[in-house]
C-alpha cells in the first residue's frame, strides 16, 4: 500500500473518531400586562367607545426530531380572550411550551400575557411555539381610537455552535379590514434572534404599542392580535477540532503526492 492510501486512511481514521457536536439551542418570549384601551374622539355624538372581537386565544406547541423518521409531536388549544391556556410538545431531543396568562384586558396592571419557549438539542432537530393572547376579526365604533399596548418580557435566545438558529419576538398588530386607501394598519414588535452564522439581531424595547383610528360615522372592522413566539433549530455541526484534524491529514497527504510527482518526473 503506497504512502497516499496510508495517509488518506490515517486521516479518515482521525476524523471517524471525532465527536459531532451536541448541538443544543434554548430560545424563550414572553408578553405581559396586555391591555386595550378605547377613546371616544367625538363624546358628543352619542355613540359610546366600544369595541368587540370575534375570537380569543390560542396556544401551540411543536417538536420534531429528524432522528426519528417522521416524527413531530403538535399540540394546541384556543379559549377565550384572556384565558389562561398551556400546552406543550416533546419529541425526542426537541422540546416546546406555550401559555396564555388570565387578566383583565381593560384593566392597567392587570392584563393577560403570552410566554413561548422552544429548545432542541443533537442535529437537525427543530421545536416552535406561540402563547397567542388574541388572533381575532373586530368592529371598532365609529369616531373612536383603540390602543393596544404590553410590556416586554423575557426575550432570551442561545446556541451553542455555528449552524444552528434561534428566535424569540412578542409583537402586537392592529390591521383594517377595508383595504381601500384610508385603509390603516400599526403594530409593534421586539425580538432576539441568532442566525446559523452567528449574526445576532434584535429590538429590544421595554414596552410596544399598536394603535387604530376611525374617524369615519360608520363602524369598520379589522383584525387584531398578540402573541409571544419562540423557535429554535439545529443541524449537524463538526466540532471545531474536527476542522482541525482534517487540516492535518491533508498536511499528511501533500508530502506522499509530491513524492510521487517526483517520482513520475524521473
Same mark, same amino acid.
Not at 406547541?61 to 410538545?89: K, N
Not at 423575557?154 to 377595508?178: K, P
Not at 424595547?205 to 439545529?234: D, E, H
Given at each position: 500500500?503506497?504512502?497516499?492510501?496510508?495517509?488518506?486512511? $490515517?486521516?479518515? /481514521?482521525?476524523?471517524?473518531?471525532?465527536? &459531532?457536536?451536541?448541538?443544543?439551542? @434554548? @430560545?424563550? $418570549?414572553? %408578553?405581559?400586562?396586555?391591555?386595550? &384601551?378605547?377613546?371616544?374622539?367625538?363624546?358628543?355624538?352619542?355613540?359610546?367607545? *366600544?369595541?368587540?372581537?370575534?375570537?380569543?386565544?390560542?396556544?401551540? $406547541?411543536?417538536?420534531?426530531?429528524?432522528?426519528?423518521?417522521? #416524527? #413531530?409531536?403538535? &399540540?394546541?388549544?384556543? /379559549?377565550?380572550?384572556?384565558? =389562561?391556556?398551556?400546552?406543550?410538545?416533546?419529541?425526542? %431531543?426537541?422540546?416546546?411550551?406555550? &401559555? @396564555?396568562? =388570565?387578566?383583565?384586558?381593560?384593566?392597567?396592571?392587570?392584563?393577560?400575557? /403570552?410566554? =413561548?419557549?422552544?429548545? @432542541?438539542?443533537? =442535529?437537525?432537530?427543530?421545536?416552535? +411555539?406561540?402563547?397567542?393572547? %388574541?388572533? *381575532?376579526?373586530?368592529?371598532?365604533?365609529?369616531?373612536?381610537?383603540?390602543?393596544?399596548?404590553?410590556?416586554? /418580557?423575557?426575550?432570551?435566545?442561545?446556541?451553542?455552535? %455555528?449552524?444552528?438558529?434561534?428566535?424569540?419576538?412578542?409583537s402586537l398588530g392592529i390591521y383594517d379590514s377595508s383595504n381601500g386607501p384610508t385603509s390603516q394598519q400599526s403594530y409593534g414588535q421586539a425580538y $432576539?434572534?441568532?442566525?446559523?452564522?452567528?449574526?445576532?439581531?434584535? #429590538?429590544?424595547?421595554?414596552?410596544?404599542?399598536?394603535?387604530?383610528?376611525?374617524?369615519?360615522?360608520?363602524?369598520?372592522?379589522?383584525?387584531?392580535?398578540a402573541q409571544a413566539y419562540a423557535y429554535a433549530s439545529t443541524t449537524a455541526v463538526p466540532e471545531p477540532q474536527?476542522?482541525?484534524?482534517?487540516?492535518?491529514?491533508?498536511?499528511?497527504?501533500?508530502? +506522499?503526492?509530491?513524492?510521487?510527482?517526483?517520482?513520475?518526473?524521473?
Amino acid at each position: 500500500m503506497n504512502d497516499i492510501t496510508w495517509a488518506a486512511l $490515517a486521516a479518515a /481514521g482521525l476524523l471517524a473518531v471525532v465527536p &459531532q457536536a451536541q448541538a443544543t439551542v @434554548t @430560545t424563550s $418570549a414572553t %408578553l405581559t400586562n396586555f391591555q386595550y &384601551q378605547l377613546f371616544d374622539l367625538d363624546p358628543g355624538d352619542g355613540i359610546p367607545a *366600544s369595541v368587540s372581537f370575534d375570537s380569543g386565544a390560542f396556544v401551540q $406547541a411543536q417538536a420534531r426530531d429528524i432522528a426519528i423518521p417522521g #416524527s #413531530s409531536q403538535f &399540540q394546541s388549544a384556543s /379559549g377565550a380572550f384572556g384565558e =389562561a391556556l398551556s400546552v406543550s410538545a416533546l419529541q425526542g %431531543l426537541s422540546n416546546s411550551q406555550a &401559555q @396564555t396568562f =388570565a387578566g383583565n384586558p381593560t384593566s392597567a396592571g392587570a392584563g393577560p400575557g /403570552g410566554f =413561548a419557549s422552544a429548545s @432542541t438539542a443533537g =442535529a437537525g432537530n427543530d421545536a416552535y +411555539a406561540s402563547g397567542t393572547l %388574541l388572533n *381575532s376579526g373586530f368592529t371598532l365604533s365609529p369616531r373612536t381610537l383603540l390602543v393596544f399596548t404590553a410590556s416586554v /418580557g423575557n426575550l432570551s435566545v442561545n446556541t451553542s455552535v %455555528l449552524g444552528e438558529y434561534s428566535y424569540a419576538s412578542v409583537s402586537l398588530g392592529i390591521y383594517d379590514s377595508s383595504n381601500g386607501p384610508t385603509s390603516q394598519q400599526s403594530y409593534g414588535q421586539a425580538y $432576539a434572534s441568532i442566525q446559523s452564522d452567528g449574526s445576532t439581531y434584535s #429590538s429590544l424595547p421595554g414596552s410596544i404599542t399598536a394603535s387604530f383610528t376611525n374617524l369615519s360615522g360608520l363602524s369598520v372592522s379589522g383584525f387584531a392580535y398578540a402573541q409571544a413566539y419562540a423557535y429554535a433549530s439545529t443541524t449537524a455541526v463538526p466540532e471545531p477540532q474536527t476542522y482541525g484534524l482534517m487540516l492535518l491529514g491533508l498536511m499528511a497527504l501533500a508530502p +506522499a503526492i509530491r513524492r510521487r510527482r517526483q517520482g513520475l518526473g524521473d
